[in-house]
């Protein structure tokens, strides 16, 4: 139990210096398979290095993302004063920090010379999407990293971020076996019948039975019972 305590403070005191990266807002987070939006995302985060030396601040979507990212506008500024930080390399869509080959990242270089140390930050970016098609209900995903001049690496990830369902119909062909299943037990239903036939009659009710299922369903079953009846009929006039 110490143990793992202690684990959990050296993993909270990690992320001092740039850190408490805390979306704030996401626009357009639940989204139909295959559509097209525009979606803003808010963030904050503490710490930020104003040293004039350029900080990187990245946004990384899942790698189905990649060629489906569009990138619009982004402004930062220091929560408390409202004064702008400027931006120094416009955004990019680059491979990003996992490194894995795939551009699936926004990527932002921001500089702020201020006669302070460090800002705490507000981002705002709006950027378009191209949602994966998917066949059922798919959730992705959101990290946000930032690469500090100064005081060292920040980063979080917003589980399940974006939400993305299916839109196809689905029960039509549910309908269809439901037909199916109605005939068969019109099948049974006349074995029933004629079933019963035979419990009240004995002997000859064996061979009606017989050509009964024989002949199918329907008709053929009917006739076959009145057939049986006429001929009961006619044993009864003979005894
Ligand atoms: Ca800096
Ligand atoms: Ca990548």
Redesign the pocket.
């Known amino acids: 139990m110490g143990v793992l305590l202690i684990a959990i403070g050296v993993a909270t005191s990690g992320v001092v210096a740039a850190s408490g990266i805390t979306v704030t807002e996401l626009t357009n987070e639940d989204v139909q398979s295959g559509q097209s939006a525009t979606h803003t995302l808010s963030f904050e985060a503490d710490g930020v290095s104003a040293d004039g030396t350029a900080d990187a601040v990245y946004v ?1 979507f899942p ?1 189905a993302y ?1 060629d489906n990212l569009s990138f619009s506008t982004v402004s930062f500024v220091n929560r408390s004063s409202g004064a702008t930080i400027p931006v120094s390399s416009s955004t990019n869509i ?12 926004l990527r932002t270089k921001v500089s702020h010379d201020a006669d302070y140390a460090t800002d705490d930050i507000s981002a705002t970016y709006e950027f378009g999407l191209s949602h994966p098609a998917v066949m059922e209900t798919t959730q992705y995903d959101v990290s946000i990293e930032i690469v500090d001049s100064e005081t060292g690496n920040a980063s979080t990830t917003v589980q399940d971020a974006i939400t993305v369902r299916p839109t196809g119909v689905e029960t039509t062909t549910d309908g269809d076996d439901g037909m199916g299943s109605e005939t068969e037990t019109d099948g049974m239903g006349s074995e029933t019948d004629t079933n019963g036939m035979d419990g009240d009659d004995g002997e000859t009710a064996g061979d009606t039975s017989e050509s009964g299922s024989g002949s199918g369903p329907g008709f053929g079953a009917v006739a076959a019972i009145l057939a049986f009846i006429s001929s009961v009929a006619l044993l009864v006039r003979r005894s």
């Open positions: 990384e790698n990649a680059v491979d990003g920090p996992d490194g894995d080959g795939v551009r699936e990242t």
